[in-house]
């Protein structure tokens, strides 16, 4: 579960987010909407930690994100996928190794790493293009590719920020079809998106953010 408990952020004299308190449960699918700068990239990073509250609670499992030390960090990001517009794929590897890396950085036995990595390639329609240099894939590819690194893993939460903000309609439907396709298993699944025709056909609660206030809830309130 991940609470929100009047949390507020700001950066100078920048409130990105103002007085937000939600709950959102375990295993939920939730898309994230608002204009350019009303304060989704915020909110999901807070739940990265790359970033901590001004002021007010952030909680994932009971557990309070701001008595996470620094020396944990890494730990709790491990539980988490993250996936981004920009895919953020390495193109000095090819696809599998791009994958792989949460992996070989938590320090898996190769074994493990190559069956998880496979499984996730599978799970995305890209095993054949295992030893592919992500560079030559098109965007829709790559943006595969980013959700497999960010499963591989089996993390308990997927947050991802625009994942189809380059992608063409039909290319769109098919990488959300993926994400339901992990929240059926359980994974808790937040996806900050402007395409509002696409995530209003999907039946999933919308969260919508004006100004860094949430001004639509989604029937997910404390």
């Known amino acids: 579960m991940i609470e929100f408990s009047r949390v507020s952020k700001r950066f100078d004299q920048h409130e990105a987010l103002r007085d937000i308190s939600l709950t959102i449960p375990a295993g939920e699918m939730v898309f994230l909407t608002g204009h350019s700068g009303a304060g989704k990239s ?3 990073r807070l739940l990265m930690l790359l ?3 001004s002021s007010g609670t952030v909680k994932v499992d009971g557990e309070d994100l701001a008595a996470i030390p620094s020396r944990r960090i890494a730990r709790y990001r491990r539980s988490l996928g993250s996936i981004f ?5 390495l193109t000095d590897r090819n696809v599998f190794h791009n994958v792989a890396l949460p992996l ?3 320090g898996f036995q190769q074994r493990d790493i190559e069956r998880r990595v496979r499984a996730a390639l599978d799970k995305v329609g890209l095993l054949h293009k ?3 240099n992500p560079a030559v894939l098109s965007g ?3 943006q595969r590719v980013g959700i497999a690194r960010a499963v591989v893993a089996r993390p308990r939460m997927l947050l991802a920020d625009e994942p189809t903000g380059n992608l063409d309609p039909e290319l ?5 079809a993926l994400f ?3 929240n059926r298993v359980g994974v808790t699944v937040i996806i900050a998106s402007h395409d509002l025709a696409l995530i209003s056909r999907l039946r999933h609660p919308i969260l919508t953010l004006k100004e860094g206030r949430l001004v639509q809830a989604g029937g997910l309130v404390p």
């Open 140 to 142: 829709g590819e790559q």
């Open 104 to 106: 070989e950085i938590a």
């Open 172 to 176: 769109s439907a098919e990488i959300m």
């Open 130 to 132: 295992e030893r592919v």
């Open 180 to 182: 339901e396709a992990f």
């Open 85 to 89: 517009q920009d895919h953020r794929l």
């Open 51 to 53: 970033d901590r509250p």
């Open 42 to 44: 915020t909110l999901l």
